[in-house]
């Protein structure tokens, strides 16, 4: 199983930025793919989910709207399309599975997301 998330780099804050996270070595199919900040100096943090099969999707109420996370099927990839971003909002975004129902235990290296002017 393995994850791989890109897509980071230096945004000014305001702007926009969007993630991938490509899954190989597994079928998605009874899986849900998180994407995740941790944040320096501060507990990881779950932003948005989505369920494979499904298509369902769920969010941090924190989030208020301006994050989109979907999916590819035909590419094993999801998509974390963040808007409005916030200087505090600076940290490493990591994407992770979890068989549907069970806790996230498969991750992928981060990709350094900098909100700065």
């Known amino acids: 199983v393995q994850l791989q998330a890109s897509g980071g780099g230096l945004v000014q804050p305001g702007g926009s930025l969007r993630l991938s996270c490509t899954a190989s070595?597994?079928?998605?199919?009874?899986?849900?793919i998180g994407w995740f900040r941790q944040a320096p100096g501060k507990e990881r943090e779950f932003l948005a989910g989505i369920i494979w099969s499904s298509g369902s999707t769920y969010y941090a109420d924190s989030l208020k709207g301006r994050f989109t996370i979907s999916a590819d099927n035909a590419k094993n990839t999801v998509w974390l399309q963040m808007n409005s971003l916030k200087s505090e909002e600076t940290g490493a975004y990591h994407c992770?599975?979890?068989?549907?129902?069970?806790?996230?235990?498969?991750w992928g290296q981060g990709t350094q997301v900098t909100v700065s002017s």
């Open positions: 992770a599975a979890a068989v549907v129902g069970g806790p996230y235990n498969y």
């Open positions: 070595g597994f079928t998605l199919e009874t899986y849900a």
